[in-house]
């Protein structure tokens, strides 16, 4: 999302179909996110909040499939927290 101002009520997903531990940072992005990171099992590991234009590296403590950003306070807003479990709606379509 880096370079966007706003995200209008959208995210990102990152799918590692193999796993992976590589951290995020907030490098050319203009607005604070919220980002979920989702482990081999299908349950979120860690979310975080992320501020705007911070070099601080970010990841979980354990390998994970997904990271998914989003506004921030979005996770917060739903309820959704740690060992929360992930289920893609129908239409998503995922590289092997």
Known sequence: LSGRYE???RGMLFHY????????YMRNTHIDLSIAFVGLDDRV????EMEAESMEIV?????????IEAPSG???ERGI???ALLR???GIALPE
């Open 45 to 48: 590991l860690a979310v975080r």
């Open 17 to 24: 179909p193999q796993g992976s531990r590589a951290g995020f």
């Open 59 to 67: 990841r979980p403590d354990r390998l994970y499939r997904y990271a």
């Open 74 to 76: 979005w996770y917060a």
């Open 88 to 90: 893609l709606p129908p």
């Open 81 to 83: 927290a740690d060992g």
């Open 7 to 9: 995200l209008e009520g």
